[in-house]
């Protein structure tokens, strides 16, 4: 296993390991004792017993697209798992089992070539598994298809002691309930998700879009709210405000995605949404054909590489007025390159859900994706995002672990027993903080994981 120490390593050998595969290029200043660069499941469990004798935490890597960099460290030897890419297909009872670091993309690559079947990893292509189930898994169509982490029927860890354990509904079953909500609190370190697949509706992937001038705000954003409660359940729907690329004007751009067996079966479901839908798009299409690969390269393509970021977001409460409420975040981006998103999560928003961590949800996410270039825009961009969250903070139930900064903001991200009970069992499987987990400000959070509290109601 090769082990890069901060102490003995070139520098730049060591920065590389300790930043390279971070996505946000705003960098922190935060330095693991050493980078341990896993290709094999042996690795982790070596790398954990190596932090276990050298007195310090674990940290883990898998996309690396966690917007604070959680895998980056102090007094921490880092597990990066970039090099452990496996997976295989039993594709007869749709089950796969893929290591974290496999991304969307790569996952679906095979899936859906090979095997005419797909699994709802995150929009963005290069997410990790990892990261992104362990927060839960905003999937594609989830708002119908439900949370990612309902797809994991059972992980590999290494716990904190370094025992390469499984967990299952079954066995190890608190591990389990943890490691569907957790975030990066989980106490363990996973090698292996076995997730169970959906067939891929490659005939019947659509797409349809709306996109309006910011002076049709109210009008568009109360149409969309109009529809989507009892729109289509193969459809995802989300509503994004952006500066189209080489336009000097923000839109207000409306994206249906549907996912059908058939071509008939998809214009069907879009079409209550092109019969209803308010006058004066500047653009628009209807049930053009897409694909998963297609949708990859566009998010791919808001979310640049190399570029600094600073994400927030909150469940807006199902009894707001929701236009009002994000109507400042929706019409002053600060930048280009940012976008803000409302995505529906009408009806899962309403179902029970399983019995695991993540508990969090309303009809309405939003979202702040801040993107820009210059060092020089930190402090601008970051004070918006800032500002812009004091005030809709106020309208939400909470927020999703994934597109948020403990660091920044202090919210609810579970319901309250649920919290309770998965700081408990993160105590009982790492009594000593063994695993970094939640990176608050000062890294101070330790085996007391998150308050789960509104910071402005205390
Ligand atoms: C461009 C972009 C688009 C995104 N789109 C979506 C989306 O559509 N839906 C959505 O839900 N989220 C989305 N996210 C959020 C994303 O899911 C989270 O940032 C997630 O943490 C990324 O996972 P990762 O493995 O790539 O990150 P990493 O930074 O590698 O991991 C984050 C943390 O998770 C924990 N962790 C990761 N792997 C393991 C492991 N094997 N064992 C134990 N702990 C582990 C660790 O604490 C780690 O530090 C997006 C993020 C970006 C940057």
Redesign the pocket.
């Given at each position: 296993m090769e082990v890069i120490w901060k102490a003995t390593s070139q520098n730049a050998v060591y920065e590389e390991a300790r930043v390279g595969r971070?996505?946000?290029h705003r960098r922190p200043s935060r330095f693991p004792m050493a980078v341990v660069n896993a290709a094999k499941e042996a690795d982790i469990v070596d790398a954990v017993k190596l932090a276990v004798e050298q007195k310090c935490r674990v940290?883990?890597?898998?996309?690396?697209?966690?917007?604070a960099?959680?895998?980056v460290r102090d007094n921490s030897i880092l597990i990066d798992?970039g090099n452990y890419k496996q997976l295989e297909v039993d594709a007869e009872n749709m089950i796969a089992k893929a290591t974290?670091?496999m991304?969307g993309r790569e996952l679906n690559s095979v899936l859906i070539k090979e095997h005419g079947l797909m699994f709802p990893g995150?929009?963005?292509p290069?997410?990790?598994?990892?990261?992104?189930l362990?927060?839960?898994?905003?999937?594609w169509n989830c708002r119908n298809w439900g949370w990612?982490c309902e797809r994991v029927v059972g992980l590999d860890?290494v716990t904190a002691e370094g025992e390469l354990i499984h967990c299952n509904s079954t066995q190890n079953r608190d591990l389990y309930w943890a490691a569907r909500g957790a975030?990066?609190?989980?106490p363990?370190?996973?090698?292996r998700f076995h997730l169970s697949l959906l067939p891929y509706p490659k005939k019947g992937f659509r797409s349809s879009g709306y996109i309006y001038p910011m002076s049709m705000y109210r009008k568009a954003f109360d149409w969309i709210l109009s529809i989507t409660p009892s729109f289509d359940n193969d459809t995802e729907i989300a509503v994004i405000s952006h500066y189209p690329e080489g336009s000097d004007e923000m839109r207000f751009f409306i994206l249906f995605v549907v996912m059908k067996n058939t071509p008939e079966e998809a214009e069907a479901a879009l079409r209550p949404a092109q019969e209803t839908r308010p006058d004066g798009a500047v653009e628009e299409w209807f049930c053009k054909e897409d694909s998963l690969d297609e949708q990859y390269d566009k998010?791919e393509h808001a979310?640049p590489e190399k570029h600094r970021?600073c994400?927030e977001n909150a469940y807006i409460n199902n009894d707001a007025d929701v236009p009002a409420v994000l109507e400042e975040a929706f019409t002053t981006l600060p930048h280009r390159k940012a976008f803000a998103l409302w995505y529906a999560m009408n009806p899962c928003s309403r179902r029970r859900l399983p019995d695991m961590a993540l508990s969090m949800q309303s009809d309405h996410y939003f979202a702040l994706?801040t993107v820009w270039e210059d060092e020089s825009d930190d402090v601008r961009c970051q004070a918006w995002v800032k500002n812009v969250m004091k005030r809709v903070e106020r309208h939400s139930a909470g927020a999703?672990l994934?597109?948020s900064d403990f660091q920044t903001r202090k919210t609810k991200y579970w319901a309250d027993d649920n919290a309770k009970r998965l700081m408990d069992i993160r105590r009982k499987w790492d009594p000593k903080g063994r695993?970094?987990?939640y990176l608050d400000q000062g890294d101070q959070s330790g085996t007391t994981g998150l308050t789960n509290a509104h910071e402005w109601k205390l």
């Open positions: 971070v996505f946000n940290a883990v890597r898998s996309g690396g697209h966690s917007w960099a959680w895998s798992l974290p670091s991304t995150g929009h963005c290069d997410v990790g598994l990892g990261g992104f362990l927060q839960g898994g905003m999937g990612a860890v975030g990066p609190g989980f363990a370190v996973v090698t998010q979310n970021y994400a994706y999703y994934g597109d695993i970094c987990g």
